[in-house]
Structures are given as C-alpha cells and as structure tokens.
C-alpha cells in the first residue's frame, strides 16, 4: 500500500489543477492584504463605529491576527472546490482514462484502493491548510505585526490577548482540515459513481451550496435539520476565536463532521467492492 500511495500522490501532483488550488489561496489572501494595507483602517472604524464611543481601544488593533481572521472567514468557505476539484477526480479520473482495471491486476484489494485514495486526498487537504496558515496567517503577521485581537460578532466583540491567540488559530486549523477532510469524502463517494471529473466536482459543490444555504435560513422546520448537516459544523472552527471556549459545540462538531467522512468512506468501500469495472 505504501507504493501505491506514492504512486497517487504523484498522480496529484502532476496534474495543474493542484497547483491552481494553491494558486487561487494565494491570489485572494494577496487581494485582501493589499486592500488592508490601503484601507484597513477605514474598514475597521466602520466595523468598531459605536464601540469606540464605549471603550478605550489602543495599540495595534489592525494587526495580523485580525487580518488572518478576515481572510479566515473570507476564504474558507472556497476551500471546498479546491479540495473536490482534485478528491472529486479521484475514481472518476481512472475510469475515464481506462486505468482503473490495470490498478486492480496488482495485489491491491478494492479496500485497500479506497483507503489509498482517500489517505492521497487527505494529504493534499493537510497541504493545502498548512499552504493557507503560511499565507493567510504567518505573511499577515509580517505585513501588520502583532497585536491583540478584536473578534466582532453581530452581538458583542470578543477580546483576545496576543499572547494567547496563537493556539487558537493552530486548532482553528486543525478543525478546519477535518471539515475539509469531509468534503473530500464525499468528493471520492461521488467519484466512484462517474466516469468524469466533472460530475463529481460539480456535485460537491452542488451539495454544499443547498446544505450551506439550508443551514442559514432562520426558518423553523429548517431548524430541526440543522444540527444534521455538516454544513452546519464546517464553521466550527470559529468557536476557537470566542471567549469562553465553546467546548461542548466544538466537540459536537468533531464528532458529527468525523461520522460524516467515516459514512462517506464505508459507503464508497461497500459501493466500489459490488462495481462492475469491466464494462
């Protein structure tokens, strides 16, 4: 199995479209660091118009962290079609190109194959997360410096020391990969049903945008289904950004987003173990 998950990585890696993944993560955390660099401090007077009035805010409150926030919560709910644009090509990518029977001639069973496929998705995810700290967070803190952070919410604004941020935004990413890790999933679920990339891809993002929307709307029958979809949890990772910790809700969210990617994962075992490959 070891050789076989060097062979797919290499396969990822090869392609372009990986690197455009990481390309997009560097354009748009580029973009939104020159427009603070320009206007940050106008956009944070808005955002703090009326707080200003209340408490004596000093020091260097448009810093990296802040900064790391703002793109956070920019470019996290992207991610996702990175993640399917090479998970969703997984299954789909070998059946379209007539590969999929020579894997299976080796001494792999189709388990293991899904396993392997999953562990390369996997990888890329962890790469593409540790791409987005370099670049959203450490860069950031080189551009701005550091600072205590101030995290607004539509209700109250949230503290944050800056000697105790950094391990905030080490398990906000952490928590962000398992969200990431659930859609990439779900991406190789869809693949093993196609013989293109596309349909796959297509659908993932498909069913993230009607989960994302359905997970939003204020209305009550919608409430009875939100602590189901994952969609509801992948923004978890805020919660390491409030004060207190929502433990409880962190957890719950760990727990729901890693039964989601177990049920994705036995479903594409069970399904790939009865395909028929050979039409």
Known sequence: MIQLLRIELFKIFKRPRTYISFGIVTAITSIIQLAMLSDGKSFLAF???????????????????????????????????????????????????GTLRLILTKPVTRPQLVI?????????????????????????????????????????????????????????FAFSTLAMTTIASLSIFLSVFADNSIGPI???????????????????????????????????WKGFFDDPLPYKAIGRSSVVLGAYTLFFLTATIIYFNKKDIKS
Do not use: C
């Open 202 to 236: 297509i659908s993932t993002m498909g069913i993230v945008v009607v989960l994302t929307i359905l997970s939003n709307l204020q209305l009550p029958f919608f409430n009875l289904i939100k602590p189901y979809l994952f969609t509801t949890h992948m923004i978890g």
């Open 47 to 97: 955002g703090l118009q009326g707080i200003v009035d209340q408490f004596d805010i000093r020091g260097n409150i448009m810093n990296g962290y802040l900064v790391a926030f703002i793109i956070l919560q920019s470019l996290l709910i992207h991610i996702p079609l990175l993640v399917a644009l090479v998970a969703g090509d997984s299954f789909a990518g070998e059946a379209n190109a």
């Open 116 to 172: 392997v496929k999953f562990i390369s998705s996997f990888i890329y995810t962890v790469l593409l997360i540790v791409w987005l700290a370099i670049v959203a967070l450490f860069l950031s803190l080189l551009l701005f410096g550091p600072g205590d952070m101030i995290n607004l919410k539509s209700d109250a604004f949230v503290l944050l020391l800056r000697d105790d941020i950094m391990w905030r935004y080490a398990a906000a």
